[in-house]
């Protein structure tokens, strides 16, 4: 993970003038991880978790954990530019989980839980391309990586039960031994990054 760490910081785009906020909508598995991850990063101002990239208007959980309506669980994560770059962001993402698994995360199995950056605008899509051909030539993985990069299109937030789950249900299994573990890890590679 350090090594990861090292070599995207190589990778780093010269920087522009950055507008008050932004927006990266990414779907790394579970949304309740990708969330509480997010949250834990200087300059971002808000996660949101919900549904991308799929057909069904509207989808409840229920219908996008069959998989069939071609959602990802994903995050809106709204961001302060002149705190944490896009860059940066990219960065987190590609620590925050394995982009290397199709269609799954660990025990999580299906499309919704695909690995995928949803750019908003050609800026973003040509920096996740960059790093993911960079991350690749550099061999970061032991298999290549398989995100999908593709438009934003309509996210649709998820039922208010899943935003900041984490924080509401921290003393669930799920939370304790599939959550914590992950955001440890996390956390020790951004800690000069986190949030007070």
Request: net charge positive.
């Amino acid at each position: 993970m350090i090594k990861l760490l090292l070599l995207i910081s190589l990778f780093t785009h010269p920087a522009v003038k950055p507008a008050q906020t932004d927006t990266a909508t990414f779907a790394t598995g579970c949304f309740w991880c990708t969330e509480a991850k997010f949250q834990q990063l200087r300059g971002v101002k808000k996660v949101v978790s919900g549904f991308t990239g799929g057909r069904t208007v509207k989808p409840t959980y229920q219908q996008v954990c069959t998989g069939t309506t071609g959602h990802a669980e994903a995050c809106n994560i709204v961001y302060d530019p002149s705190v944490i770059s896009y860059d940066e962001l990219l960065q987190a993402f590609f620590v925050a989980h394995d982009p290397t698994q199709l269609n799954r995360q660990g025990n999580d199995v299906g499309t919704q839980y695909r690995s995928a950056i949803f750019y908003h605008g050609a800026q973003q899509k040509q920096k996740a391309e960059y790093y993911i051909a960079k991350l690749n030539a550099a061999k970061a993985y032991k298999s290549k990586i398989v995100t999908q990069v593709v438009p934003s299109t309509v996210f649709y937030k998820a039922e208010d039960y899943h935003q900041n789950y984490y924080n509401q249900n921290g003393s669930q299994p799920y939370c304790r031994y599939v959550i914590q573990p992950e955001l440890d890890k996390f956390k020790a590679v951004f800690k000069n990054k986190l949030k007070p």
